[in-house]
């Protein structure tokens, strides 16, 4: 499977239920207009001179933009909560900051996807050395104040104790 089709698969049911009625329902009300766009600008006599192929193309586009905006915000809520955040506060957080402000920040605050731990399956944090649950070791431990470190270090960075090359 590929990391697209993983990644479409943490979007909720419900974000594309709300995406494809959204798009519908915008849809609805600019067709039976005879495609006059009053909804998305009333006030404008020059959309009447537009030829009828390029208001079809925009009626469908228009709420296309808002439909992928909500799959975007369902994503930011299937992510968080994927990752142990608060997805109910990020994703409105993600809906109501203008211009996706919200979902770049998002991305650029969100935590590292958790891991099993390969004894017990609980879910645990990339930078923990040992499992919450069961204590089973999850990365190289200092043997001063058990913090974890990379292998090859020579010294622990939060304590300064020598370690021992394997």
Known sequence: MSRFREEMKVIPRMAWVIAILSYVAFVALVVPSGLRLYTFVPSDPNFTRWPRWFLS??????????????????????????????????TLLAFFIPNAIGVILYFILREPLLRGCPS???????????CSKCGTALAHACPG????????????TKCGTALRSA
């Open 57 to 90: 193309i925009f009626a469908g586009i228009v709420p296309l933009f808002f439909s992928v905006y909500v799959l975007l915000c369902g994503y930011v809520y299937g992510d968080a909560r994927r990752r142990g955040m608060r997805p109910v506060m990020w």
């Open 120 to 130: 017990c399956g609980t879910q645990v944090s990339q930078g923990y050395a040992f």
């Open 145 to 156: 104040c058990r913090a974890g470190v990379q292998p090859g270090w020579s010294h622990c």
